[in-house]
Nanobody
Framework: QVQLVESGGGLVQPGGSLRLSCAAS????????MGWYRQAPGKQRELAAIIFIDGNTNYLDSVKGRFTISRDNAKNAVNLQMNSLKPEDTAIYYC??????????????WGQGTQVTVSS
């Protein structure tokens, strides 16, 4: 069982930066991947960034070069550093933690979401 707590959202001007964190508690030894999704009003949820347990990462094309996903081992957390923010980055950001269990079954856990607003 995993519980996720997100933090770091807020209001920022275009060109500014924010750092999101998602801290996990519980049984996370079987972690397979950690990702950040986002959902803007009236739009479907999309994967912004993901980091796998082997360290490989993937990013949404529109955030490449601006966002960096990383793991904070000391805090059992996954972070998303967001630089050069644009208004189109405005969304609720959700952390997702994927665990592998027996038979290759995957269990997914979601954070509560944190609002990121990029506006002048």
């Amino acid at each position: 069982q995993v519980q996720l707590v997100e933090s770091g959202g807020g209001l920022v001007q275009p060109g500014g930066s924010l750092r999101l964190s998602c801290a996990a508690s519980g049984s996370i030894s079987s972690t397979y991947a950690m990702g950040w999704y986002r959902q803007a009003p009236g739009k479907q949820r999309e994967l912004a960034a993901i980091i796998f347990i082997d360290g490989n990462t993937n990013y949404l094309d529109s955030v490449k070069g601006r966002f960096t996903i990383s793991r904070d081992n000391a805090k059992n957390a996954v972070n998303l550093q967001m630089n050069s923010l644009k208004p189109e980055d405005t969304a609720i950001y959700y952390c997702k933690w994927t665990l592998l269990v027996r038979n290759g079954e995957r269990h997914e856990y979601w954070g509560q979401g944190t609002q990121v607003t990029v506006s002048s």
